[in-house]
């Protein structure tokens, strides 16, 4: 597979997207405008206690609210997210896209 940037939501103008040649730990990339970060999904024990958000190299980090909102959705979506991360790091395929137009 190529080095591309599978989108795998949109929700309100955040795109969450996982880089086929990434690494762990399991992350996704989100964008917004001009903006993004990258958010790592930290477990323990099979349960998620923490999304740790990271600046990516040349971009302007995502303004707090999106952030939030950003944070919001990870928490509702986790399992379907690792899901997806699965599909495109382990079986190197093309993992579904949703838009999602409910609030979390």
């Known amino acids: 597979m190529n080095h591309r ?10 795109i969450f997207l996982i880089y086929t040649n990434d690494h762990l730990p399991i992350h996704v990339h989100i964008q917004y405008a001009e903006y993004e970060n990258k958010a790592e999904l930290n477990y323990i024990d099979g349960e998620l206690t923490a999304i740790n ?3 990516v190299k040349g971009k302007k980090p995502l ?3 999106q952030r939030k909102e950003a ?3 990870i928490f509702q979506y986790h399992l379907a997210i690792v899901e997806k991360w ?3 790091m382990v079986l190197n ?3 579904a ?8």
């Open 97 to 104: 896209f949703e838009k999602i137009t409910q609030k979390v």
């Open 86 to 88: 699965k599909t495109v």
């Open 63 to 65: 303004p707090s609210s």
């Open 71 to 73: 944070e919001q959705f």
């Open 5 to 14: 940037m599978p989108k795998i939501y949109e929700y309100f103008g955040l």
């Open 93 to 95: 395929q093309k993992p």
């Open 53 to 55: 958000f990271g600046k």
